[in-house]
């Protein structure tokens, strides 16, 4: 179930006209960052991955600086500004769950994925899962048929901050 990805590697300019061409071409597609032995990648490394649903096909940009910085602009070209959350954006609270992982989150101990129905490393395909790699804990998870747009926005609060 957690079998890293076959991923296409490209440099970072390569996976942003990658992105853009995707883009534009109205495909399917999102991005996840990665972290040293994430599930995602089992990589050693970073790495800012991208999926093209329509393709089948996965790419990525690997680097050991953090990535987080050089993913913004990609996810706003993927998902628009909407995916970057603004500071000043009002929260809903989010589910329980998730604010067990985003305490987890803030003491340092893991890191947060967003899968959708179609994400093909979604353990629950068909429905949304927000998923936390927890050091201590193993993996969290909190499932949903509806986009849980509350916890979403936490969580990318978190990893963008
Ligand atoms: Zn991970
Ligand atoms: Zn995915």
Do not use: Q
Not at 43 to 68: C, H, K, N, Q
Not at 84 to 103: H, I, K, Q, S, W
Not at 125 to 153: K, N
Request: aromatic share 6%.
């Amino acid at each position: 179930m957690y079998s890293p990805l076959t991923i296409i590697e490209l440099g970072y300019e390569d996976l942003v006209e990658k992105a853009r061409a995707i883009a534009l071409a109205g495909g399917r597609r999102h991005l996840h960052t990665t972290v040293p032995g994430c599930l995602i990648t089992g990589s050693a490394r970073r790495a800012i991955v991208l999926e093209a649903t329509d393709e089948g096909a996965v790419y990525a940009f690997f680097d050991d600086r953090p990535i987080e910085e050089r993913a913004k602009p990609l996810a706003i070209l993927l998902h628009g500004a909407d995916s970057v959350p603004d500071e000043a954006d009002e929260l809903l609270p989010a589910c329980a769950a998730v604010n067990r992982m985003a305490d987890r989150m803030r003491l340092g101990k893991g890191h947060f994925h967003i899968m959708n129905p179609v994400c093909l490393v979604n353990p629950h395909r068909g429905r949304w899962t927000v998923l936390f790699e927890d050091a201590e804990l193993g993996v969290l998870e909190s499932v949903s048929d509806e986009r849980p747009l509350a916890d979403i926005r936490l969580v990318e609060r978190l990893i963008y901050a």
